[in-house]
């Protein structure tokens, strides 16, 4: 069974409907209010004028004012910005619409409209007001023993996670014995039915990948050089391991030392990369393997691909990686021989945020984007969790650098223990495996 999408006031299909409501009712009420010409359309041969729009400030999704003239009356035709985001028109009597403020289009944000050929902008700025924060949904804190069932109970040490298009989040997890043995699951979390459900017990794995298109859940293990698991959800998840098909020449992994995957949502591939330097890419139906590029070795817990660059990989490197330790790297999968390149500053490991070329992580883990483009990053040695923006800033998200520790909240409050898993649900959720908290943490961003 899928888990169904949370209906979220912030986010969902509710409050633009009453909105839309409220909008028909301010246009429409009084006796000598004539209703908007149906007929009325924007003329290219005019210009379109901007007055003001209110409020001037606002977060996500506030509905926003806007006034001037020929706009026309058929919301399709136009196109809102705030900065390069795009915003929801939600209705136009040719002289007002309301929209309603896209998410995190920057701090300061210029409006613009634009209908056909013809693009304005408003002189004065709207300053948009983001919030964070962050709640436990599922774990104790309890680092030994393991316990399904009702999510408010629930006992787990989370290692990775993911979240499949349905936005069911599978989460790979361990737990001890006495300090000297452990035992590691696979699990699925239904939030909406408050479920850790068990997929499989003894089963080592490490940070799964989710399929945009098919939903088919792959992780790597390390069993043998080219073992992983797949989990289907027309199989209803059920475990079937899988053997990598080495071609009969070329280099091979001494090793099955790999340790996260990700799926290509371009080519289709499953791309992994090996301690001992390999990126490989795996065709998902036959298996097939070919090896694209031979990095430095050393660990990589995180691999992403962002919406706009489709063929550039993002890959996270551990403290164990000689001239890439500590360092975020991206290589072009479609041209792996002239790509790969060191995105970040020091190897040292250490923490800052700005320019990502000066930026500093320490054994960063598992990476994912979000749908803008947005690379959040469970930096585990920081106990943070931290943003790369498609502008090449990073910024931290929650968490004190530096400070372990386990507190809900907002952004002067948070606290993480070495995050080590990170995935991202289809409203902008945030869920971090939040490994020696032994807590699944949900980030909502706004």
Request: negative net charge.
């Amino acid at each position: 069974m899928t888990n169904k999408r949370l209906i979220n006031l912030s986010s969902g299909w509710l409050l633009p409907t009453i909105f839309l409501v409220f909008f028909s009712f301010l246009f429409s009420c009084g006796e000598n209010d004539a209703k908007p010409d149906k007929s009325t359309n924007y003329d290219p041969s005019k210009p379109i004028m901007l007055n003001t729009f209110y409020p001037d400030s606002g977060e996500y999704l506030e509905q926003v004012l806007l006034t001037g003239s020929n706009f026309g009356t058929d919301p399709e035709q136009i196109r809102v910005y705030f900065n390069q985001k795009k915003a929801a028109v939600v209705g136009t009597t040719g002289e007002r619409m309301y929209v309603l403020a896209p998410r995190l289009p920057g701090d300061t944000c210029v409006i613009s409209v634009a209908i056909g050929d013809d693009s304005v902008s408003y002189e004065k700025p709207f300053m948009y007001h983001k919030s964070v924060s962050v709640s436990t949904i599922a774990g104790n804190g309890n680092l030994v023993d393991y316990q399904d069932g009702d999510l408010t109970n629930s006992i787990l040490q989370p290692i990775y996670l993911c979240v499949d298009k349905e936005d069911n989040l599978f989460v790979i997890t361990r737990s001890r014995y006495n300090n000297t043995s452990s035992q590691m699951h696979v699990a699925r979390i239904d939030e909406e039915g408050n479920q850790l459900i068990t997929i499989a017990r003894d089963l080592i794995g490490n940070a799964p990948a989710a399929d945009p298109v098919t939903g088919v859940i792959t992780f790597p293990t390390e069993t043998t050089v080219g073992s992983f698991v797949s989990l289907d959800p027309k199989e209803m998840w059920a475990p079937r391991y899988r053997e990598m098909k080495w071609p009969a020449e070329g280099d091979t992994p001494d090793q099955g030392y790999k340790h996260s995957m990700v799926v290509n949502p371009s080519d289709g591939y499953i791309y992994t990369r090996y301690f001992h330097g390999h990126i490989i890419k795996i065709h998902p139906r036959t298996y097939e393997v070919e090896t694209i590029y031979k990095s430095p070795q050393g660990d990589s817990y995180g691999l992403t691909f962002v919406p706009d660059k489709p063929n550039i990989l993002y890959i996270s490197f551990w403290d164990n990686s000689g001239v890439n330790a500590n360092s975020i790297c991206s290589i072009d999968v479609s041209d792996p021989e002239n790509s790969f390149t060191k995105l970040t500053g020091s190897t040292s490991g250490g923490h800052r945020d700005g320019k990502l070329s000066t930026a500093q992580f320490k054994n960063p883990a598992q990476i994912y984007s979000d749908a803008d483009g947005n690379i959040y990053v469970a930096d585990s040695g920081n106990h943070c969790i931290r943003r790369i923006t498609p502008e090449g800033m990073v910024e931290t998200v929650l968490g004190m650098p530096g400070t372990a520790g386990w507190k809900d909240g907002g952004k002067d409050e948070a606290l993480f223990n070495t995050p080590r898993g990170l995935g991202i649900s289809s409203d902008g959720s945030i869920y971090v495996a939040d490994n020696m908290n032994g807590r699944i943490r949900k980030l909502s961003i706004n």
